[in-house]
């Protein structure tokens, strides 16, 4: 198939070089105004001979992703038919084609219809598919490529590995966590949270590298990967410990939905301790403090009234409204100018009258 196309492209250039020569050839010969005339036959064929070959790159770009289609289609078929072959007689017919090692495009396009479908089956068909992925020498080429001299090459196949989500890989994750190339080292992590292993085992977030906790949806994915696991116990312990700001917001968002006494209590001692948090994060504990509703923390909540961020006031006014509803009517916060927490003590205490 590539052989065809820069056949026609070859064979398109030679025939305008050809004929641009030609004239160039004949027009030297004759009177000098006709050099003009070569010249911009010349930029002719040459603007026709860059025009059909981006056409025939064009055309061939198109036709080989209607048979990548196609081929993915086949390869579907013969995997459902080897999956009934495999239920039905316990040995699985080989009906797939084993691609051969110069049909480089075949190996890509089976290699991502395991890995696409490996992540939305369970069970005994998802062991079939990672045997199969297995059987055409795909996990052998990305554990080669786990040593691979070329970080994207490694990144690649550690990629490839974790979309499989097999737990006998944890070896690979553990020592990839140690790799020389952030993202990678990064990428390791993520995959070994995600795996039931005993070398998986959650450790203190300002214990983990800096290659993570500097990645903010990478990290969230790590603790929710740990949470599912072990639980959110050993996360709450830690909100009090937890030096940096931005891996706090990350670690608040991620326990922000359970709404239980532990994590009132781990919040609390946050707000009271430290006076430069951001005020997202502040609203988010503040929230929480609210819909849990125990009283203990009302003075906290006070020295966030004549907080900067209005948004934060108003999430500390609601939580104390909720438990001690008298407070609206103190000097404090009648003195507060925004229009936006005026409207709202209006509301509350025009509904309460």
């Known amino acids: 198939m590539m052989a065809r196309a820069a056949f026609l492209i070859f064979l398109v250039f030679v025939c305008a070089t050809a004929s641009a020569a030609d004239s160039i050839t004949y027009y030297l010969k004759a009177p000098p105004f006709s050099s003009i005339v070569a010249i911009v036959e010349f930029q002719f064929y040459s603007l ?12 061939h770009r198109n036709w080989m992703a209607a048979w990548e289609t196609r081929l993915k289609t086949h390869y579907a078929t013969c995997l459902i038919a080897e999956m009934l072959g495999v239920s039905e007689s316990g040995a699985a017919a080989e009906v797939v084609p084993r691609p051969r090692w110069y049909q480089l495009r075949r190996k890509r396009v089976l290699r991502e219809l395991l890995l ?9 068909e998802k062991a079939f598919l990672i045997e199969r992925y297995r ?8 554990l080669r490529g786990t040593h691979s001299l070329v970080w994207w090459r490694r990144l690649r196949a550690l990629s490839d590995l974790r979309l499989l989500n097999d737990q006998e890989f944890a070896p690979i994750y553990s020592r990839m966590c140690h790799d020389r190339n952030s993202l990678v080292s990064a990428t390791a992590h993520l995959a070994l949270s995600s795996v039931d292993h005993p070398l998986n085992q959650p450790i203190p977030v300002n214990e983990l590298p800096a290659r993570v906790r500097d990645r903010k949806n990478l990290l969230h994915e790590v603790l929710m990967n740990w949470t599912k696991q072990f639980g959110h116990e050993f996360l709450i312990e830690q909100i009090p410990t937890v030096r940096e700001i931005p891996v706090l917001e990350v670690v608040t968002a991620a326990v922000s939905q359970l709404q239980t006494p532990e994590v009132a209590k781990s919040f609390a001692e946050v707000l009271e301790r430290s006076n430069e948090l951001p005020g997202r994060v502040v609203e988010k504990m503040l929230t929480l403090l ?9 003075d906290t909540a006070r020295k966030y009234v004549s907080h900067t961020d ?8 609601e939580y104390i409204a909720s438990v001690d509803f008298e407070y609206l009517e103190s000097p404090a916060v ?14 509350r205490v025009g509904r309460a009258a």
């Open 334 to 347: 009648l003195a507060d100018r925004s229009v936006l927490i005026q409207r709202w003590v209006r509301s």
């Open 116 to 124: 696409e479908h490996s992540l939305t089956v369970t069970g005994p």
């Open 290 to 298: 609210k819909r849990v509703g125990d009283p203990d923390y009302i």
């Open 135 to 142: 059987s055409f020498g795909f996990i052998n080429d990305d």
């Open 310 to 317: 209005e948004l934060v006031r108003l999430r500390a006014l």
């Open 48 to 59: 026709a001979s860059m025009a059909a070959i981006i056409l025939v790159l064009q055309l």
